[in-house]
């Protein structure tokens, strides 16, 4: 079953890059709505939903964007969600980036452990890998691959061409290991590449105890005294392995382990719980989140393919009535009888086809068939659903489709069928436009489906 915590916890802390400080607070969430970043100090506290089409930047961390409001350096918080495998949850923060506290998930691993989580009466829904996918940076040398399995297991090899830092490898054979073997795994870098990034006025929350430092040559005295005086500390060496102010690793494989921390955090923007097993050969946010949005790409096609479940004992989301309050469509032309699933890039409906609908008096009477486009209709009324409700008052819009393209007929749909609808996003909802892509199912095979373009526009 899907996950969420049981009650808000808080922290608070500077972030690495920018300095500032943020007070983050994790809220429960509903079922099905996934992992949201809420910008609670901006005046329409703007909702940043965790999701690889969201990614703006991967220089050194992950930062999201819509466009209102940005979040940076999410990597972290997100591999401690997936970690207690949690689908839904609220991340509100009152500031531009997560806090990096010991630069690594423990704290957010504890944060959550305090409150614990609960389950949710909604079945989990996984990606499963079903053939191998790969993706390769040759430039980088970056490779990741996915295969099949039956659990979620990352393994991670590094190679920085480092005689200090030489070729590491960390893997778990199970999510459920993360909190035990990779959550304390702390973030590194070189200090070739931090006296560049201070040179730049970056990492201005940077701390010699929340990075591991790596000094791969003689340093001098001068050196030293910048970065301590940069650090505002009072004395800084280079301890044993070469691992700046004689910070003790908490692995001797740390750094691998950490970038299958980074690993797990970036991939968790694909949108649900995976089950594969990855395998991450030099890996980096930039090409983890193109791999990101590859799986994404295949997700979508493969869930696109298959009927929704619907528990028919179960009361629906939004009945016949409850449409109303939503779309301005009425009998005779109100054909969508039940919103089943409601997310911020996906509905699901359903419509029951009766033999009393006026249109069969006419249509084959002695042989009925549902018109096509009166199938069409219907999705476009699911779909006018999905977009009005990203709105405040509804009641104030009116939803108008401009564009049906690769409108296809599979098989014929008859008085006593029911059509389940399934409508995605193809691109984000901007400026009151919706472009989505719908698939209708009968008995678990498609019998419509069509690419619907939409606009909503104020009631005169």
Request: with cysteine.
């Amino acid at each position: 079953m899907q996950k969420t915590i049981k009650n808000s916890v808080s922290v608070s802390g500077v972030g690495i890059h920018t300095g500032v400080t943020t007070n983050m607070t994790l809220k429960p969430a509903e079922a099905n709505t996934g992992i949201t970043f809420i910008r609670i100090d901006l005046l329409d506290k703007t909702v940043i939903k965790a999701d690889v089409d969201n990614v703006f930047s991967t220089e050194r961390s992950t930062g999201l964007k819509n466009e209102k409001a940005e979040i940076n350096t999410v990597e972290h918080i997100l591999a401690a969600v997936v970690g207690f495998e949690i689908d839904n949850l609220i991340i509100e923060v009152d500031n531009i980036e997560i806090p990096i506290l010991d630069g690594s998930s423990k704290k957010f691993t504890e944060l959550i452990e305090q409150t614990g989580t609960t389950e949710l009466n909604v079945k989990k829904d996984f990606f499963e890998i079903k053939r191998t996918i790969t993706f390769t940076d040759k430039e980088s040398g970056t490779i990741l691959t996915a295969t099949p399995s039956n659990k979620y297991a990352v393994k991670v090899e590094i190679d920085y061409n480092s005689e200090i830092l030489r070729i590491q490898k960390a893997a778990i054979n199970s999510i459920k290991e993360f909190n035990s073997e990779i959550t304390s795994s702390r973030t590194f870098c070189f200090l070739h590449e931090l006296e560049v990034l201070l040179a730049n006025n970056l990492i201005k929350g940077g701390d010699v105890n929340n990075a591991i430092v790596i000094v791969e040559e003689e340093i001098t005295e001068e050196k030293l005294n910048k970065l301590a005086t940069a650090f505002n500390k009072s004395d800084i060496k280079v301890g044993e392995g070469g691992i700046l102010n004689n910070l003790k690793l908490r692995h001797k494989n740390e750094p691998a382990r950490h970038k299958l921390l980074d690993v797990i955090g970036d991939l968790a923007l694909v949108g649900k719980p995976i089950k594969g097993r990855i395998t991450a050969y030099k890996p980096g946010h930039k090409s983890n989140i193109e791999f990101a949005k590859q799986l994404k790409k295949i997700m979508k096609k493969t869930m696109n393919k298959i009927a929704p479940e619907i528990n028919f004992n179960k009361a629906p989301l939004y009945d016949k009535a409850k449409i109303k309050t939503i779309l301005p469509h009425r009998e005779p032309f109100l054909f969508i009888d039940e919103i089943r699933e409601l997310g911020e890039d996906y509905i699901i409906g359903t419509k029951f086809v009766t033999s009393d609908e006026d249109y069969f008096k006419g249509h084959f009477p002695k042989e009925p068939v549902m018109p096509g486009v009166l199938q069409l209709e219907t999705m476009a009324q699911a779909g006018g659903f999905l977009i009005l409700s990203t709105v405040d008052s509804p009641e104030d819009y009116l939803p108008f489709f401009m564009k049906i393209d690769n409108a296809k007929f599979k098989k014929k749909v008859v008085p006593g069928d029911t059509i389940i609808f399934r409508l995605n996003l193809i691109s984000p909802i901007r400026r009151g436009l919706c472009h989505m892509h719908g698939k209708g199912f009968v008995d678990g095979n498609i019998v419509v489906e069509g690419d619907l373009l939409a606009q909503i526009m104020p009631k005169k």
